[in-house]
T-cell receptor, first 113, second 114 residues
Framework: EAGVTQFPSHSVIEKGQTVTLRCDPI?????LYWYRRVMGKEIKFLLH????????ESGMPNNRFLAERTGGTYSTLKVQPAELEDSGVYFC???????????FGPGTRLTVT | AQKVTQAQTEISVVEKEDVTLDCVYE???????LFWYKQPPSGELVFLIR????DEQNEISGRYSWNFQKSTSSFNFTITASQVVDSAVYFC???????????WGAGTKLIIKP
């Protein structure tokens, strides 16, 4: 069974540009989560989807971040316009139910210059 | 407050030594879950264990063992007879029952020298 996959693995963009990160969860997992780790800080929760619905987006830092999960399968996280402080590693995770353990993808390293 | 503290930033031991990674948590929820994840140099976060707040039994899985003590709000992780392949960053995380987001510790970088 394939694990959680994320694309791209690394993205380097200039300040002010737009970047879209993609996450494909484990097949059959209704729950999808986004987290990020900016340099020197803890991993922080961004948001949680149950199927295509946003269950909790309390961790989204500001309105430059937009997450979607059309059809309840893969999810995208768009940053527009990107700022220097957005640099970090963005992790996606999925779980079968809200109660079960979350399995993580390899992360996308975003560098904003 | 909901918080996880991993006070050890980095630990370095020689192969075959035992090593314990500390994790202390704070939560106002009576029901909660604790996790350990491993992040090898390749970068992915690998799930190791989940423990719920009603189960204080220690768990052993091969060379790995976990000691959960509610009295001290700790969930420590011990690797017995460490190996070079155990070198990684290890994260402890808390999930309160009131929501489904993981609250993470800062991680402990474990270096196992041959």
């Amino acid at each position: 069974e394939a694990g959680v996959t994320q694309f791209p693995s690394h993205s380097v963009i200039e300040k002010g540009q737009t970047v879209t990160l993609r996450c494909d969860p484990i097949s059959g997992h209704d729950n999808l989560y986004w987290y990020r780790r900016v340099m020197g800080k803890e991993i922080k929760f961004l948001l949680h989807f149950v199927k295509e619905s946003k269950q909790d987006e309390s961790g989204m830092p500001n309105n430059r971040f937009l997450a979607e999960r059309t059809g309840g399968t893969y999810s995208t996280l768009k940053v527009q316009p990107a700022e220097l402080e957005d640099s970090g590693v963005y992790f996606c995770a999925s779980s079968q139910t809200e109660m079960s353990e979350q399995y993580f993808g390899p992360g996308t390293r975003l560098t904003v210059t | 407050a909901q918080k996880v503290t991993q006070a050890q930033t980095e630990i370095s031991v020689v192969e075959k030594e035992d090593v314990t990674l500390d994790c202390v948590y704070e939560t106002r929820d009576t029901t909660y879950y604790l996790f350990w994840y491993k992040q090898p140099p390749s970068g992915e976060l690998v799930f190791l264990i989940r423990r719920n707040s009603f189960d204080e039994q220690n768990e052993i899985s091969g060379r790995y063992s976990w000691n959960f003590q509610k009295s001290t709000s700790s969930f420590n992780f011990t690797i017995t007879a460490s190996q070079v392949v155990d070198s990684a960053v290890y994260f402890c995380a808390l999930r309160p029952d009131s929501n489904y987001q993981l609250i993470w510790g800062a991680g402990t970088k474990l270096i196992i020298k041959p």
